[in-house]
């Protein structure tokens, strides 16, 4: 089973007025399956993830299955990246946007065919494959991103809310089929949200973040009884 680990990572934002400690010794172990992170508004979830991906400077160590990745370029990582935010090439088909990091990888156009057409299909997306994004509802646009995402079989996912655009019942079915493939590739997901019952629903592990730090980590039965005020307020606050 793959690992991820990261080391008492810190991460700064310097302005001229001010320094915030976005990450202040930040450590975890992520495995195979998804690794939910939650915790308020400026917590440090989304520099969390920028940090793994290698898109800040940060001081301790990120190594994946024993290997320190401190001075491995964020394209030499094999990590890919779904946001909130579609960010789709308007000027090309849902297959081409799909295909898009198969082509930079040099892949043959039999594996990027065939690579393509299996995870539309594990997406619901086969119908769209020869329709541009502005023909696309808001839901399959994201699924365009996360089937992008993961067509290539990165080692690690990362998450940042992709489905807070989505209505209700697309992101219902949009979490089971995620899950279902990153555990039929063995990757590493890690999926940053801030509602408590989503969290719950996804979770093979959760790690609670306040104040950029790890205040609490378990399973999602473990997290949900847990005593702590902030668990408190997060159930409140999602109604659970």
């Not at 696309?136 to 996912?157: M, W």
Request: aromatic fraction near 8%; charged fraction near 25%.
């Amino acid at each position: 089973m793959s690992t991820l680990v990261v080391k008492d990572l810190f991460v700064d934002y310097v302005s001229k007025k001010s320094v915030t400690h976005a990450l202040q010794g930040f450590s975890a172990v992520f495995s195979s399956g998804i690794n939910v992170i939650i915790g308020p508004s400026g917590s440090g979830k989304s520099t969390l993830l920028q940090t793994i991906l290698g898109l800040l400077n940060y001081e301790g160590t990120v190594e994946f299955d024993h290997k320190n990745l401190d001075r491995t370029a964020p394209k030499d990582r094999n990590f890919a990246f779904v946001s909130q935010e579609y960010q789709l090439y308007p000027m090309y088909t849902v297959f081409d946007n799909i295909a898009f990091p198969l082509k930079i990888m040099g892949a043959s156009k039999e594996e990027i065919k065939s690579r393509v057409y299996a995870i539309a299909e594990r997406t619901e997306l086969s119908v769209c494959l020869g329709r541009k994004p502005r023909q696309l509802s808001g839901g399959q646009q994201q699924r365009v991103a996360i089937a992008r995402a993961l067509v290539r079989n990165p080692v690690v996912c990362l998450f940042d809310e992709p489905f807070s655009n989505c209505d209700l019942k697309t992101r219902e079915k949009a979490r089971g089929w995620t899950k279902n493939i990153l555990q039929e590739q063995g990757c590493i997901g890690i999926y940053v949200t801030h509602d408590f019952k989503e969290a719950l629903l996804l979770a093979d592990r959760i790690f609670v973040v306040n104040d950029g730090k790890k205040i609490l980590e378990g399973t999602p039965t473990e997290v949900y009884d847990s005593p702590l005020p902030l668990i408190r307020e997060m159930k409140e606050a999602s109604a659970v």
